[in-house]
């Protein structure tokens, strides 16, 4: 066995390697902690709030800023939702929809193993239904949109970095792995994707015309790449009825189910509003903030908490009610004058024409008021600003300073305050995930990743002085261990760091922390030139299937070559097969992923 003194250089080379190269599973906590993305204020950049990644899978890196998908892992998770009940708008939905319900139920009938399989990913569904309405279904769509596809289906990146409602359900991924490959519905995608492709063709002419039309009211030609992406997936298995846009990270995600060429185009194009208008008033965030006396006027509005007490989101939100009242489709038939009218029949046409426009004003100042008396109080002003907007040649990425600028915030105060609000909000089919105040050991995690070893150190021997035989208290005691193991390795302490991990390995089922304690005991005995007992703490790790892409391809490279780093070198090491080597842990059949804030 190494010397302490050798083992501690060892390990403190491990140590800057993996602050330069961010190794171990918290890393990415630290990497939000920059530069706010867009559509977000400076100040949700506290290492105390967490917030989602964008699904990369899901995004080609080389692909358009705009783009209409289908998507593997939506396709699985939504046939998964249908063998198990998933009934809505079925008779609504495209042919396709039960073509899959009846492949499906033919493998099913054939196999024992695909019945089991089944019941198993059902009893999951069943046990996690909590509200009995779309957003029972919506967090399993939250869920798809960040697998990496068929076969592996895992998460693609942390879950500390999802939002929060897919990791509610993230523990159904490799059951709905299990039953795709037992129902072999991969080699369903194969055969429908044609389909697929046939609904994005369709599909193709009628979303660039809203985007086309929506830019040139705006005044804005498209834009080009600046690090955001707009993203409409397709997916037929699902309700017609069911839009879900979410902003994830810097990407703005509608999934939609299209039923003859058609999808909601009007949810789809509110998210896409939010999308192009979002950056242009989130620049402008300080001279926003002097309408903050207009949220003391909107306290009792049936309004999401996040307008009531964000002036940006609210002011965001107001105007892009605005330019959907002004474009709306009214229903009125447009009026045109009847070709070959005479100078003398002009009068009467002109009539004609005006009560038309009277009827459309009307419906349109029917709409702003709905939307002010819901809450979105500067609706009517930026209605009256667009009017003015619409007659002169200015983009709005040119006109937007001076409408904030220039509002006159007490005529709005004044205005609110005189306003009778609903009693019930209207629905929002753009949902943002919160991000979640980290506490505990979460905030520890955050608080190691970001290099502050001494809190982290603090947070985790503080929930080591709980002491009792909780469920609970068990598995924060694992977790508090694997942490400080990590600061034990920041602090050059190597052989409270092996204790540490093997402490882990021996209280935990939690696979995440198991595996992840075996690559950490692996690469330390790498570092001590001990390739044979290294490549079997990969091996366990491998073993313990803990279904994240990461833990796997660390585990599988550790396997394949030793662990090193710059300046380090085992070629004249002594081969001293006696060094420590973590005891085997048991996988169990624990939750997967990070383990959830509490």
Request: glycine share 4%.
């Amino acid at each position: 066995m190494p010397s302490p003194s050798l083992r501690s250089s060892v390990v403190f080379a491990f140590v800057v390697f993996c602050l330069a190269a961010g190794c171990w599973p918290g890393q990415a906590i630290a990497q939000q902690k920059g530069a706010p993305a867009a559509g977000q204020s400076s100040s949700s950049t506290s290492t105390s709030l967490q917030h989602e990644k964008s699904p990369s899978f899901l995004l080609d890196p080389a692909g358009p800023t705009i783009s209409l998908i289908s998507s593997e892992p939506v396709f699985f998770m939504a046939s998964a939702l249908n063998a198990c009940g998933y009934d809505e708008g079925l008779e609504d939905s495209a042919p396709i929809r039960k073509r899959v319900r009846e492949e499906m139920n033919q493998a099913l009938a054939k196999s024992e193993d695909a019945r089991d399989k089944r019941d198993k990913m059902c009893l999951f569904i069943a046990q996690h239904r909590m509200t009995g309405s779309e957003r029972d279904i919506s967090q399993y769509i939250s869920l798809a949109l960040y697998l990496t596809p068929s076969p592996e289906l895992e998460t693609s990146v942390e879950l500390t970095e999802m939002p929060p409602d897919s990791t509610q359900v993230a523990e159904i991924a490799p059951l709905v792995r299990d039953f795709a490959q037992a129902v072999d519905l991969h080699g369903v995608w194969l055969a429908i994707h044609h389909i697929y492709d046939e609904e994005t063709d369709r599909l193709h002419d009628p979303l660039s015309k809203m985007i086309v039309d929506t830019n040139l009211y705006l005044k804005m030609p498209a834009s080009t790449y600046d690090g955001r992406r707009f993203i409409v997936v397709m997916e037929p298995m699902l309700s017609p009825k069911l839009v879900n846009a979410r902003i994830y990270g810097t990407d703005y995600v509608v999934v939609v189910s299209p039923v003859n060429g058609t999808i909601p185009m009007s949810d789809v194009r509110h998210t896409y509003l939010h999308y192009t208008i979002e950056p242009l008033l989130y620049t402008r965030a300080d001279a926003i903030d002097r309408t903050q006396p207009v949220l003391k006027e909107i306290r009792d509005a049936p309004l999401d908490f996040r307008f009531r007490s964000d002036t940006v989101a609210l002011t965001v939100e107001c105007l892009i009610k605005a330019v959907e009242a002004h474009t709306m489709d009214t229903g009125v038939p447009v009026y045109k004058i009847p070709p070959g009218a005479t100078r003398e029949d002009m009068p009467r046409y002109e009539r004609q024409r005006q009560v038309y426009q009277e009827k459309v004003d009307a419906i349109r100042w029917a709409t702003v008021k709905h939307d002010m008396t819901q809450g979105f109080v500067l609706t009517q002003y930026f209605y009256e600003q667009l009017t003015q907007f619409e007659k002169d040649n200015a983009s709005l990425r040119d006109t937007i300073g001076e409408m904030v600028y220039s509002m006159d915030v007490d005529q709005q105060v004044h205005r609110a305050r005189n306003l009778q609000f609903d009693a019930s909000a209207d629905g929002d089919v753009l949902q943002r995930p919160k991000p979640r105040v980290l506490t505990g050991l979460d905030l520890a995690e955050a608080r190691l990743a970001a290099g502050d070893v001494a809190t982290a150190s603090g947070l985790a021997h503080q929930a080591l002085t709980v002491h009792d035989d909780t469920i609970q208290a068990v598995a924060d005691e694992a977790r508090a261990n694997f942490i400080l193991a990590r600061v034990a390795i920041m602090t050059r302490h190597p052989e409270e760091a092996i204790d540490r991990f093997q402490k882990t390995i021996a209280s935990t089922k939690d696979p995440r922390l198991v595996s992840w304690s075996h690559i950490y005991l692996g690469r330390m005995l790498d570092l001590d030139c001990k390739r044979d007992p290294a490549v079997a703490e990969y091996k366990e790790a491998l073993a313990t299937r803990d279904g994240a892409l990461d833990t796997r391809l660390a585990a599988e490279r550790g396997v394949k070559a030793a662990y090193t780093v710059n300046g380090h070198s085992c070629e004249d090491a002594e081969d001293d097969s006696d060094g420590p080597s973590a005891k085997p842990g048991s996988a169990g059949s624990a939750q997967q992923g990070t383990p959830k804030p509490q």
